[in-house]
């Protein structure tokens, strides 16, 4: 008991000598917070935190010495909603006396921020570090807007800064870690990174993606900006969005005030980057959508115009991935949560499930081709692109949508002349937006199909294969590359060069599989 007082006494540096204190922080995570939409501008409704930063934060903090959590920091923290629990197995108890109803600690809170520790009356903020009694950093937590009392989690999002990095040349040999992907199963609340950082980030490593010409990476994950090909860059500067309300029918007078100002808040946010800044567009969305369990035509009416204004977007335009952080956003709030068919009501959907539909039929290839719906298919490519990047973000999983897109544009032995330029465009930028996910879902992580998806998926036409795996990625691979070398079809340069690009990104993924 003697010594182990004396070890808590002892100074901080002496102590982290003897201690199973961790050398370093891992440079590649990251702790991210998604806190309720707040009208506070200075209530961010994300925040996020390396494992860099928290250490630097408690360096030079006191280290815990006693159970009490009215005495001075740290805290003790008891994790009551047991966020901590198989970390705490294996840890000690501190021997200080704890007070009274309360057991001995095992887990100490610090202030997540620059907190002074020689005074009680300091403002700690709302986010804690949680570490052992060594100051081993195992989480961070934070309390929820308005109520101290309780603590939510922060996600943990591991960046691709220290992968090593993959040439996208077809004869490229590649290589990531062991650990070099983690599930993804359903859709994760992955808050947006801080300023400057890429707005589509993700929980699971992904292979970092540079040095090919006409290709850029922009911020803490490595989502690849994709350019058509070396001879086809981007214009410089990039061109503004104007963006059209299409034209409504007329109705009533509290739709088309709801409708002209959905459409405003999107023109603003996506137009001008100076007008109106996330967080803003965000509200204004969110203030629209009434606080209803039984949801709302107010909600349906703003994942339609989403549909609009994703069209509109070309799926090469910085603008898709500020759309999608909008989205990301929405979701985090809760405006978009779940809802459930109430009887005597109209139907109600859950998170997404009404843009998560129309996406379905603006997606279906038997629907997009019927003449009748020509004036769309001009903005199936973006719509692709979009969907593509919402299943990179984590925000809506279409790894289905993919699938059949893939299974008619380069399974199918009878395809007409005049659709192949749409098809190998498409095809290529559900590839080019969110390749590392599909291919997570498709090869390393496929889930057995059950009885209504399997007709679905089926293999029924040029390809024989199993349904999920490497052979059947490997065949879109080779018929993207040999497609788009194939000057009798009707596919013009930048269709081409879509699929060309798709093609070595999917040879890229694929070497990276050892069985």
Not at 149 to 155: I, L
């Amino acid at each position: 008991m003697a010594s182990s007082t004396a070890q808590s006494a002892s100074s901080p540096c002496e102590t982290e000598m003897h201690s199973p204190l961790q050398e370093t922080a891992d440079p590649d995570k990251v702790f991210v917070l998604c806190r309720p939409l707040s009208d506070d501008a200075d209530t961010p409704a994300q925040w996020q935190i390396s494992e860099d930063e928290a250490r630097e934060m408690i360096k030079d903090a006191p280290m815990p010495s006693h159970n009490d959590p009215r005495a001075g920091r740290p805290h003790p923290h008891y994790d009551r909603e047991g966020f901590f629990t198989e970390e705490m197995a294996g840890l000690a108890e501190l021997s200080d006396a704890a007070p009274h109803n309360e057991k001995r600690a095992k887990l100490w809170a610090y202030p997540a921020c620059r907190f002074d520790y020689t005074r009680s009356d300091g403002d700690p903020g709302p986010h804690r570090i949680i570490t052992d009694q060594y100051k081993n950093i195992l989480g961070v937590v934070s309390h929820p807007v308005g109520n101290k009392s309780k603590f939510v989690c922060a996600k943990v999002r591991l960046l691709a800064q220290s992968r090593t990095c993959l040439s996208l040349s077809p004869s490229a040999k590649t290589k990531t870690s062991p650990d070099g992907w983690i599930s993804f199963m359903g859709r994760r609340k992955r808050p947006s990174p801080a300023k400057g950082g890429n707005p589509l980030g993700s929980e699971y490593h992904t292979p970092c993606i540079s040095n090919v010409q006409g290709y850029g990476n922009d911020g803490l994950i490595c989502e690849p900006v994709y350019f058509l090909s070396a001879t086809m860059p981007l214009p410089n500067p990039i061109p503004k969005l104007h963006l059209q309300q299409p034209d409504e029918s007329p109705s009533e007078e509290d739709y088309d005030n709801l409708m002209s100002n959905t459409w405003q808040v999107f023109k603003e946010y996506l137009e001008n980057d100076d007008k109106l800044t996330l967080h803003k567009a965000a509200l204004r969305l969110y203030n629209v959508i009434p606080d209803d369990e039984r949801g709302s035509w107010a909600e349906t009416h703003v994942m339609g115009v989403l549909h609009e204004v994703a069209e509109q977007i070309p799926y090469w335009h910085p603008g898709q991935k500020k759309l999608v952080r909008l989205v990301e956003r929405l979701v985090d709030s809760g405006c978009l949560s779940e809802r459930f068919r109430v009887e005597g009501t109209m139907p109600q959907t859950e998170s997404l499930g009404e843009f998560r539909e129309e996406a379905r039929r603006r997606t279906d290839n038997s629907l997009v081709m019927d003449p009748r719906n020509w004036a769309k298919v001009k903005g199936l490519v973006n719509t692709c692109a979009f969907l593509g990047r919402l299943s990179a973000a984590g925000v809506l999983n279409c790894s289905d949508f993919m699938i059949w897109c893939m299974k008619d544009a380069l399974e199918r032995p009878d395809m007409p002349p005049e659709r192949w330029n749409l098809y190998l465009s498409t095809s290529a930028v559900w590839i080019l937006t969110g390749g590392h996910l599909f291919f997570h879902e498709v090869v390393l992580d496929r889930v057995p199909c059950n009885d209504r998806d399997q007709p679905a998926f089926k293999a029924d036409g040029l390809y024989k294969g199993a349904i999920f795996g490497l052979d059947r990625w490997r065949f879109w691979q080779s018929r993207l590359a040999q497609l788009a070398n194939d000057r009798t079809l009707n596919v013009t340069q930048e269709g081409s060069g879509l699929a060309r690009k798709a093609a070595a990104y999917m040879a890229a993924l694929a070497d990276n599989v050892e069985w």
